[in-house]
Structure formats: structure tokens, C-alpha cells
């Protein structure tokens, strides 16, 4: 989905009230009190008093904010008259909006900010065209640098911030209550870099790596920490019988040891260090948008093997394999098991991976940068 | 020939494999064929990717000179040993030594089996194309295990073996990775057995990305893999083969994901 037009509210989807019922601010009672919501700013036509509706608003984030509603009470035709502005309630710092925090025990960031306003204008319902009226205005601006917020009917690829809010008049002849949908895009990460760990005793030898997540340009301060990567295998063949097409040079036919042709399709929690469970882990953390480890190499018991028996390292002294990686990026907003690819070659999609040995020493590949040490 | 090509519902062909599933659509039986260093093996693989089961594989013990084959210059099959000072001499050179293996051909009960009966019907052919018992199939709590029994020992004749993977172990429930774990169960078995038993080709991040508190006391090495692999579920939906090697005489326990069939 694109958004374009910075900072304008679109009004996209479900405005369920009725017309039919309630109509107590019929044109012919002239002279009576009617509710008008301004011209412009998403306009709704002759509500009835006790209007209750949803209005779902898709708004680029951050920048100005945007005016969802505004309303005024006024006496109908002829008279044109201002009656009330009326009143947004709870007080906007008393609306319940939504989380977008990755900490989910005790979240604290609020995904954007409600706030109230008067705002000058004509009557959407072109009532009273050359009369201006002051309206009490309700607005909304999105905050939060991340995806956080969880709405499993939100549309693909969207965040949503729902909050409620009523206007009502000091007459009390009329209480509009709304409820916001506020759907601003998903970001995904521009790319990835990756950078050599260590060699981790426990695993020798494999390496392992350490990623981080680039945001867009027009969003560098993005915090992907909380979300979900995962690798896929982009495809290559998966079992080898003859050495010469075999992508893993150590192989032989009938070794003990199947040749290493693929990524295991491991999931890592960004901004922690060994997550592997997609939950934000606050013990746990790695920096924003880090994320590791991604272990790459063959076992120990492997390479030893290899040196021992492999043709191709007799003959050549070296042997190795190389691989895909495709990293994909499932945002708290996605639905259950979706998942989108990001970056480009050795960026994120497509990545290669390898191992490689010789007598002496071990290589682990990620994206392209190979990283040598004296094994055992 | 030509018909039954025609019959043919799957083939796979290449200089050192050969899978091939003959017969007709619908009830009747099919036959699957392989060649390959370790035909029952490859057999289990080609019915994990036809049906999803997951049904593990153990090899027994190669020692017999007709066992074994040289893959040091060629693929499989390579070059068959002749005789018993010849495999000594190859030994000696450090020569690229694989299981000479070969064809294996068997006929499923229906077009659509049930795991244990297909199974079954893959290790019959497979002894009595040998002539003895040299595979069992065992069934544990919620896998299929393919076992030797025999083997051929360096006389010629059939000898009993006794499955690695059914040493006793003692593994301390503590909460660890699966990949720690099974590095675990392979360093008891080495101790145990005095062969050494090492991780082979395994699915490393999905392995240390699993937490499991799995241990028991005086059970089979087997029954602990198999509550490892029942514990990780469909999820991960992990199986073993546990090859031996016949230049370094150990084994090599290789972890798989078996992908779902649709």
C-alpha cells in the first residue's frame, strides 16, 4: 500500500451510523439546534444526536498532526447561529490510545498523540454556506519509530492506533462517540550489515555473526528491536550424488557426513542476543536493531572428518561450500506467520553462507565476508 | 521395458543414484528402487520425501572387504575391493573409503501405506536380498527406527551387532540446547562403547535456538534422541541417520528437517 500527500488524512473506510434513526435535526426544523461536523475535514452528513460510529483514517506518521474531526452546535436555516462548539471527551491527555513499546510488560511509549483544537470553517452539510463557524476539533499524530502495535484486524502491512473519543454539547442535545482507527505503514528495514562475532568454544568452530538493521532514509531513527527475522532457504539443490555438481566441495559420495547445502531456518528476537524465542527479551539485549547470533560452519567432528577423508582437500589442500540465506522480517502488526524480505546480495536477500578448511584452519562465510581461524 | 516406463509415477536418475517409483495411480502397489552406498537409508529418505514420516537409520558396522568400495578418484560406485589384503592395503593409503552398497527394490503394500507396513516391506527386501536379518525395524514411542541386527563380519559370515544407539546412557536433566544435548548423547556413547560417535551435518541454528530439559538415567541413547525429537514435535520435525565410517571406523550422527507433504 503507498501513501502519498504528506500529512493528509484520508478517510477510508467504515463510517457505520444511521441516518434513518434519530433524526432529530431534521432540515425542516428550522430555527432547532443541529450538529454539523466542518466541511473539509472528513466530513459526516446530518448525524443523529446520539451518533456512534467508526472512522479509520490511513495517515503517513509522524510530521503535522492530522485533524480527524471537528464540530460545532449551531441553530439550523434561517437562523445560522452558533450555539456550542461543544467539547471533545476525556480530555485528550485522559485517552486511552494504544502501546507501540516493545517492552509488552510495562510498556510506557505510546504509539502517537491525541490532542484538541478549535478550528474555523463552514458546515460540511452545507448548511448555512455563508455563515463561518468555530468547531471544536479532535487531532492525531503518529510518534512512535517502531511497528509495535499488535491489531490482528489491522490491514496488511499497516500499524493501527485505536483510541475512543465523544463530542458532546453543553446542552447536552448531542453526543457524538467515535472510535479512531489511526493505520500509518509498516517499515520495513532497508538492508542489513553484518559483522564477525567470535568463535564460540562451545560451537567450534563455527563463527558466529552479529546483524544489524538499517532503516529507511526517510526514517533512520526506526526501531525494529522486537520484531522477528528469520532465514529461508531461496532454493539449490539439497542432496548431492556426484562430486563435480556438488556445491560442497568437501563431499565425497557415501561420506558419513551429508553434504552442508542449506540454512536450518533459525529465528532470531531483534535488538537481543541469543532470542531465538521472536519475544523481546529485556535481559537479553544487543543494541536496536542488532540482532545474533547466526552460527555458521560445519561441527568440529565434521571438519576433522573432511581433513581426514575428503579428496578434494588432499588434492587441493582446501575445500568448502557456500549457500543462500534470505532474511525476512515479521513485524508485531503482520499477521501469524508472515514474514517480508528485505535488503539486496549479501544485504539481507540474497546472503552467502559458507565453510570452508584446510589442514589447519576453519572458515565461516556470512554474506559474502569470510572469516579464517587456526582450528583446533 | 517401454511400458513399464511408461508406468513410471517418478524417476530420479544420475551416474551414482537411482530412485524410481513404478505403478499406477490409484490402489495398487507401488515398487521403489534405489542404488545408492546405503540403500535402505536412501530408501527411508525417499519415503520421508514422499509421505513426511520420519523414520530413523543406523548403520551397522562395514568390515567385510565386499563391503566396501573406493570413492578416492571416482563417484559411487567406484572402485569395489577384491579382497581382504587389498582393503588392508587401501587402508594403508588412506584411500577414500565408502560402503559399496547397491540396488534395493521394493514393493509398497498400497499407493497409500501406512508408515510401519511400507517400512517393513523396504527392510524384507533388503534382507533377503542378503540373505540374513541385517536390519530390524523398531518402533518407540513416536518414531520408526531402522537398526542393524547384522552385519558381515571380517570372515565372510553374518555376525550379530549390537546397535550403537542402544548403549545405556545417563544424560542430568538440566535445561540446556538440543544441539548441547546431542553433543551429549554422542560423548556418552563414545565413553560408553569406546567408538567414537560425532555430530555429523546437523541444522545448527535451529538446534541451539531449542531449549530442553531432557535427561534420563539408564536409558538407550535411542530413546533419549527419540524424546528429543518427539518433545521438538512437528515443529522442527527433526529425524537421525547415524552413518559409520568405514576409513575412521566411527559414526556420525546427522540431524535432518523433514519437510512436511502436502
Not at chain 1, 472512522?55 to 452546535?73: C, D, S, V
Not at chain 2, 542402544?166 to 553433543?183: G, Q
Request: hydrophobic share 35%; aromatic share 10%.
Amino acid at each position: 500500500m503507498r501513501y502519498s500527500g504528506a500529512y493528509v488524512a484520508v478517510l477510508v473506510a467504515a463510517v457505520t451510523f444511521s441516518l434513518t434513526t434519530l433524526e432529530r435535526t431534521a432540515r425542516a426544523s428550522e430555527a432547532k439546534p443541529a450538529a454539523g461536523s466542518m466541511m473539509g475535514a472528513n466530513t459526516i452528513l446530518r448525524p443523529p444526536a446520539n451518533f456512534s460510529g467508526t472512522l479509520t483514517f490511513n495517515i503517513n506518521r509522524y510530521g503535522k498532526r492530522t485533524l480527524l474531526q471537528a464540530w460545532t452546535e449551531y441553530l439550523l436555516p434561517p437562523a445560522c447561529t452558533q450555539v456550542s462548539m461543544g467539547e471533545w471527551k476525556p480530555p485528550a491527555a485522559n485517552i486511552v490510545t494504544k502501546y507501540c513499546d516493545k517492552n509488552t510488560t510495562s510498556p510506557t511509549m505510546k504509539c502517537g498523540k491525541v490532542t484538541f483544537g478549535t478550528i474555523t470553517g463552514k458546515l460540511g452539510n452545507g448548511d448555512c454556506p455563508d455563515t463561518t463557524f468555530t468547531f471544536a476539533a479532535i487531532y492525531y499524530k503518529w510518534e512512535a519509530h517502531n511497528n509495535q502495535s499488535v491489531n490482528a484486524s489491522a490491514p496488511p502491512n499497516t500499524v493501527t492506533d485505536t483510541f475512543n473519543a465523544r463530542w458532546t454539547t453543553p446542552d447536552k442535545l448531542f453526543r457524538e462517540a467515535f472510535t479512531f482507527n489511526i493505520n500509518v505503514p509498516v517499515v520495513r528495514p532497508d538492508h542489513e550489515t553484518t559483522a564477525f562475532a567470535s568463535w564460540p568454544p562451545a560451537v567450534a568452530p563455527r563463527g558466529t555473526w552479529t546483524q544489524t538493521l538499517v532503516p529507511p532514509s526517510s526514517d533512520p531513527t526506526f526501531d525494529f528491536s522486537g520484531e522477528c527475522v528469520q532465514e529461508f532457504n531461496p532454493g539449490g539443490p539439497t542432496i548431492c550424488t556426484l562430486r563435480a555438481t556438488c556445491p560442497d566441495k568437501c563431499w565425497f559420495p557415501a561420506t558419513t557426513h551429508p553434504a552442508f547445502l542449506k540454512i536450518s531456518g533459525g529465528t532470531w528476537a531483534v535488538g537481543n542476543f541469543d532470542n531465538y524465542t521472536c519475544v523481546f527479551d529485556n535481559t537479553k539485549s544487543a543494541g536496536t536493531n542488532i540482532w545474533g547470533y547466526d552460527y555458521v560452519g560445519r561441527a568440529g567432528g565434521n571438519v576433522t572428518y573432511y581433513r581426514a577423508q575428503s579428496p578434494t582437500l588432499k588434492n587441493t589442500g582446501s575445500c568448502g561450500t557456500t549457500f543462500g540465506q534470505r532474511m525476512e522480517i515479521h513485524a508485531p502488526s503482520d499477521p501469524a506467520g508472515s514474514f517480508t524480505p528485505y535488503g539486496n546480495t549479501n544485504t539481507g536477500n540474497i546472503n552467502t553462507l559458507g565453510a570452508s578448511e584446510t589442514l589447519t584452519t576453519v572458515t565461516s562465510i556470512r554474506a559474502g565476508v569470510p572469516m579464517t581461524e587456526t582450528w583446533p | 521395458m517401454l511400458s513399464t516406463m511408461m508406468r513410471a509415477r517418478h524417476v530420479m536418475l544420475t551416474m551414482g543414484l537411482m530412485v524410481s517409483f513404478l505403478g499406477n495411480a490409484g490402489a495398487s502397489p507401488i515398487t521403489v528402487t534405489v542404488q545408492d552406498s546405503r540403500p535402505v537409508a536412501r530408501a527411508i529418505e525417499e519415503l520421508e520425501t514422499r509421505y513426511g514420516w520420519r523414520t530413523t537409520y543406523e548403520d551397522p558396522p562395514y568390515s567385510h572387504y565386499s563391503d566396501i568400495t573406493d570413492v578416492t578418484n571416482t563417484d559411487w560406485p567406484g572402485t569395489t575391493v577384491q579382497s581382504p589384503s587389498q582393503l588392508q592395503s587401501l587402508q594403508g593409503n588412506k584411500r577414500t573409503l565408502v560402503p559399496k552398497g547397491g540396488s534395493l527394490s521394493f514393493t509398497l503394500p498400497s499407493a497409500d501405506p501406512d508408515e510401519l507396513g511400507a517400512v517393513q516391506a523396504l527392510v524384507k527386501s533388503y534382507n533377503a536380498s542378503r540373505g540374513g536379518n541385517i536390519f530390524a525395524v523398531v518402533q518407540g514411542v513416536g518414531l520408526l527406527h531402522v537398526v542393524p541386527r547384522q552385519m558381515m563380519g571380517p570372515s565372510g559370515t553374518l555376525e550379530p551387532v549390537e546397535p550403537i544407539l542402544d548403549t545405556v546412557i545417563t544424560i542430568k536433566p538440566r535445561e540446556r540446547t538440543a544441539y548441547a544435548l546431542i553433543e551429549e548423547i554422542c560423548k556418552k556413547i563414545s565413553i560408553a562403547t569406546n567408538t567414537k560417535v560425532d555430530m555429523g551435518t546437523v541444522p545448527t541454528n535451529m538446534l541451539i535456538q531449542t531449549k530442553t530439559s531432557i535427561g534420563g538415567s539408564g536409558k538407550s541413547a535411542r530413546s533419549i534422541l527419540e524424546q528429543l525429537i518427539v518433545e521438538t514435535g512437528t515443529r522442527l520435525s527433526l529425524s537421525w541417520e547415524l552413518f559409520y565410517g568405514v576409513y575412521d571406523k566411527e559414526y556420525a550422527l546427522n540431524i535432518s528437517w523433514v519437510a512436511p507433504v502436502n
